[in-house]
């Protein structure tokens, strides 16, 4: 099934005072790449959380962002006690020899005070709600992607269409470069011959057609040209359930290469106009795999 790499996907709930937010997009590139932007509480996913977009998304560049909002005590540090009054104690010391103040603001920004172990649970608590809530981002991504890709495929068709057509013309033509350049050749010799007065031999006539039909051929590539029409073809059949857009682009490539070696070989303006045609809709082609997954 063929894919656009263009999408975007979000979902949103509230579970247990937190508001969770999680947002896909993806756009072109050659490969897969993952670009995630988690709150701090939940940098330990990140590893699973790449890991699970890997698994859905075969080419593109993919970026993922969290957000979450939590209302409850769990957002808040707790004081740690213990080193608080190893504080205290130390500052009682030092202020039985002096006059010296404590300032409870600094002492709660001293090292240690402070200890936020709540993110943990945090974790913890929202992991199975962004895994859900991924899910269904993704879905809402391969929707897009897919509509997508069936505008891109009826486009992929068409062009592979007008290929097929003008390949049809260059099998027709084909045979009567042969004929048309012996008839040519027949009379530059009679011309040439006649000035000199020499007859012209049908033997060499026949010999020179026969060297240029030899160097001319172009059968071969037309059969190559058109086995890789007929893959095209298949490659794009909805019932395809492999990404293709690596397939499509080395297609593309060979394609362009067959086109390439038709016109050189020919020496024919009709066919060589008919080849420019075609080598328009691979282009086109090679550009549009760039979008397919």
């Known amino acids: 099934m063929i894919r656009s790499m263009t999408g975007h996907g979000a979902a949103s709930c509230e579970h247990e005072g937190m508001h969770i937010a999680v947002e896909v997009r993806s756009v072109n590139n050659r490969s897969f790449k993952a670009m995630l932007r988690l709150p701090d509480s939940l940098t330990s996913m990140e590893g699973e959380l790449e890991a699970k977009l890997a698994r859905r998304v075969q080419r593109g560049s993919v970026s993922l962002t969290v957000r979450m909002g939590d209302g409850t005590a769990r957002s808040a540090g707790r ?22 103040t404590i300032d409870a603001g600094a002492l709660l920004g001293l090292p240690g005070v ?11 608590a929202a992991k199975p709600v962004i895994e859900r809530l991924l899910e269904d981002a993704c879905k809402q991504l391969f929707a ?12 992929l068709l068409s062009l592979g ?19 048309l350049y012996g008839e040519r050749l027949k009379t530059r010799m009679a ?43 298949k490659l794009l059949d909805p019932a395809n359930p492999e990404p293709i857009g690596r397939t499509l682009d080395f297609l593309a490539q060979e394609m362009l290469r067959e086109a390439n ?12 106009t008919r080849v420019v045609d075609m080598k328009t809709a691979i282009d086109r082609i090679k550009e549009q795999a760039a979008n397919a997954e």
């Open 79 to 100: 004081i740690n006690t213990t080193t608080l009054k190893s504080y205290l104690d130390q500052l009682k010391a030092v202020q039985g020899a002096g006059n010296v």
């Open 114 to 124: 402070i200890v936020d172990d709540g993110g943990l649970s945090l974790c913890e």
């Open 144 to 155: 897009m992607r897919e509509n997508e890709g069936a505008a891109l495929r009826t486009l």
């Open 161 to 179: 269409q007008t290929i097929q057509t003008r390949l049809d013309e260059v099998r027709e033509r084909a045979p009567e470069v042969s004929r």
């Open 191 to 233: 011309t040439m011959l006649a000035e000199a007065g020499i007859a012209a031999r049908q033997e060499d006539v026949l010999r020179e057609v026969a060297t240029f039909a030899e160097r001319a051929d172009i059968a071969e590539e037309i059969q190559r040209l058109g086995g890789h029409l007929q893959a095209f073809r």
């Open 261 to 272: 070696t038709i016109a050189s070989k020919a020496s024919d303006f009709e066919i060589a």
